[in-house]
């Protein structure tokens, strides 16, 4: 019997046809999963949420022709992080390359603090940039795109992420 605390990964792979309304259900799955594997607070289950949503998003819409599928691995390393991996077949009405997708996302990043994007296009640089620690775009062979997008289950000082947020996140307005 080995003395080392090697932290087996738990992965999971769903693969969906494009198709929104299998969405309902990853939401559900996203939210449950991360609550119980992670111990993150449930502010940090909604962000987590928000990002896998605008990552199947993404590669619904335009990665993925009607009638492909897109594939959703999660990867959960136990005390230590949360990964969603989202791959589409690259046949949709939007071919981007990694590298293209990696630029448009530093672009839009600093875009949002001196213009207006519209009601469309903020979902990866404040949704999944800003609630992620690692943000990857690699090309798939044969075509298509992975996107890796990591949370630590620590922030910088070592604390975890379970704890409430005392940012405020709402305003309720009441007579």
Known sequence: MSDSTEKIPVKITIILPTNAYFLSGIRDFTLTMTK?????????????????????????????EKGKNVKITFISVPEESL????????????????????????????????????????????IVAEWTDELLFEDIEGGGLRVRAKKYLRDKENKVLSSTVQVPTHLQLTN
């Open 36 to 64: 119980n594997m992670t111990g993150f607070s449930e502010q940090w289950a909604y962000r987590f949420q928000s990002v896998v949503d605008e990552l199947c998003n993404n590669a619904i819409e335009h990665g993925s």
């Open 83 to 126: 990964e969603v991996v989202i791959e589409d077949t690259g046949t949709g009405s939007a071919k981007y390359t990694a590298a293209q997708m990696g630029n448009l996302v530093k672009e839009r990043v600093s875009m949002m603090h001196s213009q207006y994007l519209g009601l469309r296009g903020r979902g990866l640089p404040k």
